[in-house]
């Protein structure tokens, strides 16, 4: 009996001590096979969103979770799904007040980079930022560089006429812009650059001036005109601004400055300008510029640039002066001005027409594109022939013997299995062609599509061209090679004025590049390795040209280059009626078609 108490005892200790065994392992989290648990006990899914996924419950009536190989597998898709979602989306909030706040603003964007401040950036990138859309506040601090830099900006050769436009518009800004920097002490400043030793600036300031000028400003611009204090180039430049403006007040002080000044290129400005106005006051005063007869004041050049004015003016008027007789006056020198002059007035030539049907083995063809008329011979050639032809371009001067010139032209074309195409740049649209008309139409360019025109749609090659022109015409030619020397197979020209070789001038005074196209430089080695002959005749004494066609021969000796532009001598009187003869048909076949 007491054996059996003892054992009873025994067991009983043993039960308790198993007991006391299992209560110690579950508080371990160990399991009956002596293994760590697989995970511990998860809060529901609520839960998730306020609290640490991976924290224990805490609350003393939680219960003990199912610890099955189910369970443990869903909630460790939901734990990969929650380290995916903190590893894809790094601003994924699971706050609930703070997604609270973001719901008044659920459409707001991801925060784009701040722009560092427009006093840190440098010029160029001024004004690119400039050039987007602005808010006030950067209105505000455009009117601040703008006070500070715009002096710099003018004068800058790194940025272009539209690029210094943006910056002073604004894009609709403007009026702010002026209220807030005194709009009539700005145009008094950029006057006053219009008088800059420095060209660049001058010109910049010019170009900016016709752009920012508004209605009503003209008498104050015109006031300041004629106080006398500004050189030659910034009256040019402020009249080429009044111009633009086309203001009829300002019609008396510009005619005053024309009958004070006796610089003709100036004066050829005032009459562009006035012939802008659009006021019939100013028929009488081109009237009076055509028909007198004092050389002193009225050159052969400004009667030109009257009978294109009277034109322009497309009034009454202007039309029915223009039907007089004008041969009693000034002779029929100037018949084909009058020609075209009545022509464009009377919108016989239709701005938008376009030629495009060609006829082959037709010497004198006249065409059109867009308003500039032209003239056209294409070889005929066999069926089977399918070379294209080379074009002579030919390109008259400003006493518009563009018959004449087309007829030498295509009879050489004709000899040789060319192409020839005759362009006359009438004074109506490009005023100062032989220079390209850089502040208006771009002869250049008209030229440009002309060529690419007849390519096309006459099967022409037009790789490389051959040029040839006279006087004015031969003072574009030298500018065109200047500028495209690398489509130029030969050319030729007569003038009385030569581009200086000097990077330090503007163009087209010299070779460096103009504020009207910032953009592109001309490469004075591309030039001198072209094929160009200048003709001249023998007892040609312009000290100036000749004093030019010295430093190109230095540039040439200086480099080492094998001179290509040559200086020829012609034996003829350049102001007789056979001007286009047989003496200037052989100096071209010997200088211009050599070897081809």
Known sequence: MKQYKTFLIIISATVVIIVLLMEIFNILGLNSSGFKASMPSFPETNDLISGDPYALPTSKNS???DNSQKEIDKLTKKLEQIDKDKVVSPFKINNPEIEKELAKTDTAQAPEETQPPLENLSLEEQISALGNSASSAEVAQTQDIYELNYREILASDLVSEEQVAKFLYKDGYKRKLIEGANYESLINELIQLTNSMDQ????????????????????????ILQQGSLSQLSKILVVEALGKLGDPRSFKILYDEYKRSTDSELRDKIIEALANLKDTRVVNVLYNIITSRDRKLNTQYTKYYAIAGMAKLKITQA????????????GKGYAKHFQIAREYISDIINPDLVDTNFEPGVKLQELFYKGTRYFLYIPTRS?????????????????????ELHELCSGLAKKYQMAALTVVFDLENFPSYWSFNLSGKRSDQRLLDILKHVSKHANLDIREIYLFGDYEGGEFVQAFVLHYPQMIGRAMFIANKLIKPNPQLIFPQGIGKTPYDPSREINIIDFLKSDIAFLKTKNFRDKKALAVLEEYRKIYEDLGITPRFLVKEYQHNM???DFYGDKIQTAMEQYLFQGH
Do not use: H, Q
């Open 200 to 223: 660049w600036t001058a010109i910049s300031a010019g170009i900016v001036l016709g752009k920012f000028l508004e209605v009503g400003e003209a008498e104050n611009v015109a006031l």
């Open 319 to 330: 039309r029915k002066t223009l039907e007089s007789d004008f041969d009693m006056f000034i």
């Open 383 to 403: 069926k089977t022939d399918y070379r294209k032809s080379r074009v002579l371009t030919c390109i008259p001067g400003l006493d518009y013997a563009y018959e």
């Open 575 to 577: 102001n007789s009626k």
């Open 63 to 65: 219960k003990k979770k």
